[in-house]
């Protein structure tokens, strides 16, 4: 079993920058893909930026160039730096995981996470 927190979410002007955290209960955190998630009121749940277990990366064409993913596997931490933010990356923002080996977690294929965390609020305003 993996527990997912996260934390970081907060609120913050447009063209703001905030960090997100993700912690992972489990060790090896190393051989588990992540991925953050996002969902909006009314909305569908979207990906925003997955990572593997080789530090490979991918990205919702939303985000990219604003926003980066990393991980820490010593401190079994996922992180999610979030720059330039804007009104519309408003949304609860979910870590996920994946411990199937070769799973497309990261790939931002939401079926594939088999684990998730809470969410932490993310709200830009304008």
């Known amino acids: 079993q993996v527990q997912l927190v996260e934390s970081g979410g907060g609120s913050v002007q447009a063209g703001g920058s905030l960090t997100l955290s993700c912690t992972s209960s489990?060790?090896?955190?190393?051989?588990?893909?992540m991925a953050w998630f996002r969902q909006a009121p009314g909305e569908e749940r979207e990906g925003v930026a997955g990572?593997?277990?080789?530090?490979?990366?991918m990205y919702a064409d939303s985000v990219k160039s604003r926003f980066a993913i990393s991980r820490d596997n010593a401190k079994n931490t996922l992180y999610l730096q979030m720059n330039s933010l804007k009104p519309e990356d408003t949304a609860r923002y979910y870590c996920?995981?994946?411990?199937?080996?070769?799973?497309?977690?990261?790939?931002?294929?939401?079926?594939?996470?088999?684990?998730w965390g809470r969410g932490t609020q993310v709200t830009v305003s304008s």
């Open positions: 996920a995981a994946d411990t199937h080996f070769g799973g497309r977690c990261w790939e931002l294929v939401a079926d594939a996470c088999n684990f």
């Open positions: 489990t060790s090896p955190h190393r051989r588990h893909s």
């Open positions: 990572i593997d277990t080789y530090g490979s990366t």
